[in-house]
């Protein structure tokens, strides 16, 4: 045997002996689901460590198929419930580690309570997660896979315009706007250009051949210094450049913006004429997908409104109730001569009754901010995190749901619109509610956190105690339409990241263990300190 091999070996040894010394029965593990069989599953605990889960042992319930239950690459957590030192083999139990944390007695669950458990858990067996396309290795995947990549529209909008200028050899390029009721220019984005440069260029543009890309025409001219003919001559005032290209791009059938092109010392031949025409599409897929996502956004908000204020009239027409109630009592009551002088209990009536009307006015003005348009603003975002907690505490007190928060205080406020990261916030602890509803003691708390090791140093985690998420399945998640759930659209995850990200932000799933929940964690840049 090798002196490689005994040095392998003896390092394996060292990993068991370290761990069998610190991880005796009962003490609870964490590990990646490795293998899944008939007979159930292995686990690997740290490397040169695996774990044995028995099907008996999967669940608090009876598991027939352990593939239907759980995946590879899946995190768990169990009890050590046995260590073989001779065969080196770690025997566990994820039952038992539930039945402690869920504060159970007995080794099962109802059945109505397992169907309703097992509904978020279980997805359909024909699902695998999406494979995406390695566009690199596509003819002009560099300007393809720009689009393929998360991110705000402008981000990846300038990346787009970045890997097009690099394939066709251009020094800078923009994509303009028409707004067909003044007939102005506006400038989406530009890259390779100064602030001042794409001024001047708004101000010149409307000299330049715009009516035949408006036409649905390419229009390529490599004459930029003879300037008596070229067709983008008034360009060189501000920009020196030798061939440009003017290409329409179609949004939602209509040609209302378009990709210009500038290059020096280069002639655009067919080669960059198709780059361009490329690169117009996929500029036309993201405005597109932008313009659907803002129409989604409206109509989810208006979905969470009608779910909230179900919950606002109900918690409205108890407190009327009950302000009904303290009127009727002090009309009986002073009806008789003898109370008229009763100015004690006169005076806790109509206090009562002056909170009630208070409490009323507070829930339906949470509710009408809800659907106030805003503009770019300083948001408190603890202060907007205690607004929402407020606006789903009667929801989360039907659900039975503790929901707990915990601000850090002396937060920077995040610049942006403030109903986007409303709505963000909203979708996921309403999807952390849904999961934390199918355990008993459901619970959703929510941290804030400020990290100088990161661009977005603002944090918001948002946590529950439902039956967690398919490692796998840990991006499909924010995909439009998908869901676990009949009654679900499928829009609240997707919208919240698109949310997130207009604010230049992320959103994404931090952790989650399978049985025992899940924690998503949502970055924000900070507003720079004055």
Not at 337 to 351: A, I, K, Q
Not at 396 to 425: F, W
């Amino acid at each position: 045997m090798s002196t490689g091999q005994n040095s392998h070996d003896h390092e394996k040894d060292n990993v068991w002996a370290e761990f069998v010394a610190t991880h005796g029965p009962g003490t609870a593990v964490r590990g990646l689901v490795s293998q899944v069989n008939p007979h159930g599953i292995t686990v690997r605990i740290v490397p040169g460590v695996m774990g044995f889960v028995p099907i008996e042992e999967i669940a608090t319930y009876t598991v027939d198929e352990p593939q239907d239950t759980l995946w590879p690459d899946d995190i768990v957590e169990a009890i050590v419930t046995d260590v073989e030192p001779s065969t080196k083999r770690v025997g566990l139990s994820i039952r038992q580690l539930v039945s402690q944390r869920a504060g159970r007695t007995g080794s099962a669950v109802s059945p109505s309570e397992r169907e309703q458990f097992w509904a978020t858990t279980a997805l359909s067996k024909s699902f695998r997660p999406a494979i995406c396309p390695d566009v690199s290795q596509w003819p002009l995947g560099s300007v393809l896979e720009p689009a393929y990549k998360q991110g705000p529209l402008s981000e990846r909008l300038s990346g787009s315009l970045q890997a097009l200028c690099q394939e066709t050899n251009s020094m800078a390029a923009a994509v303009i706007r028409l707004d067909p009721d003044t007939e102005t220019v506006a400038l989406v984005v530009t890259v390779g250009m100064l602030a001042s440069e794409s001024a001047d260029m708004l101000r010149h543009l409307r000299f330049s051949p715009l009516e035949e890309i408006w036409r649905g025409q390419t229009v390529v001219d490599n004459k930029g210094r003879q300037q008596e003919t070229a067709k983008f001559r008034f360009l060189l005032r501000f920009l020196d450049f030798d061939a440009c290209m003017g290409v329409p791009i179609v949004v939602e059938g209509r040609i209302d913006h378009a990709l210009l092109l500038f290059g020096r010392g280069v002639e655009y031949g067919d080669q960059a004429v198709l780059a361009a025409a490329v690169s117009s599409t996929l500029i036309s897929v993201l405005l597109e997908k932008s313009r659907a996502e803002e129409e989604l956004s409206t109509l989810q908000q208006l979905s969470l409104l009608a779910l909230l204020s179900s919950t606002a009239f109900h918690e409205v027409s108890n407190r009327l109730s009950a302000t009904e109630f303290y009127l009727d009592n002090l009309h009986a009551k002073f009806r008789s001569p003898e109370m008229l002088m009763d100015l004690t209990s006169l005076n806790e009536g109509l206090l009562r009754v002056a909170q009630d009307i208070h409490e009323v006015k507070r829930i339906m003005a949470q509710y009408l901010e809800l659907g106030r348009v805003q503009e770019t603003e300083a948001i408190e975002v603890s202060s907007l995190l205690e607004t929402i907690a407020q606006i789903l505490k009667p929801l989360t007190r039907r659900e039975r749901i503790q929901l707990s928060l915990e601000l850090t205080k002396g937060l920077l406020p995040v610049v942006g619109v403030k109903r986007h990261l409303e709505q963000a916030c909203l979708n996921l602890v309403l999807h952390a509610i849904r999961q934390a509803a199918y355990n008993p003691h459901g619970s959703v708390s929510i941290k804030t956190d400020h990290s100088n090791k990161h661009l977005c140093p603002i944090q918001i985690r948002v946590t529950d105690n439902g039956p967690g998420i398919h490692r796998r399945a840990w991006d499909r998640i924010f995909e439009l339409g998908y869901t676990t759930q009949p009654d679900d659209s499928g829009l609240g995850l997707y919208i919240a990241r698109s949310m997130v990200e207009s604010l230049s932000g992320r959103l994404f799933v931090e952790d989650s263990i399978m049985f025992l929940g899940s924690t998503f964690l949502m970055q924000l840049p900070a507003m720079a300190a004055s």
